[in-house]
């Protein structure tokens, strides 16, 4: 037993006022995009792009921190998810990996309760249930690793499918 609380909500992340970071599905710039990494730079307002500018990218799979600005929040993880290219040029590894970084850096960081997105599904198109399967049970393996050290771990998802899908892993994978 982890002591970690896992939870799929249906919703938009950049509004989650219960947890200390949120992850932000980027690109390997780190400035910016679509989709949930769009939401998060509008919401958060330029103070966000600035610091990213200073990072210079990050590779897939890793992981960087920054302030979470407007966001109600204290950090925003960024972490650039594998393109899925048909499942043969280690997606999988790369998707366990950016779950495995965020965690890492938050751990670090002292955050003990984290929101990610779901991470490569959407332009990038990782498909949805075998990707719900990695972070599920990526981040389940982590928290019982670290015991103790985070007290929520949440998804985010923005659309019904999905988050039914995450929903059923967090059910099938449940700690005995
Ligand atoms: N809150 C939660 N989830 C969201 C939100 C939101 N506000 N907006 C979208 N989603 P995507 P990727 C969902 O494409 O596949 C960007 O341009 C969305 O429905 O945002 O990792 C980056 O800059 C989907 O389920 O991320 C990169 O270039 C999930 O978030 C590229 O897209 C991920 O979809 C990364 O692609």
Redesign the pocket.
Known sequence: MSGTVFKAVR????KLTDVDAIVN???T?LL?????????HRAAGPGLLEECRTLHGCRTGEARITGAYRLPCQYVIHT??P?WRGGRYNERELLSSCYRSCLELAVEKGVRRIAF??????????P?EEAAGIAVRTARKFAREHPGKLELVEW????DR?WQIYADEMEKSEED
């Open positions: 919703g938009d992340i950049t599905a980027a690109n710039s910016g995009g679509g989709g949930v990494d769009g939401a998060i650039p998810g393109v997105p779901s991470i490569s599904t959407g332009v990038y198109h990782f949805v985010a998802l923005f659309d999905t």
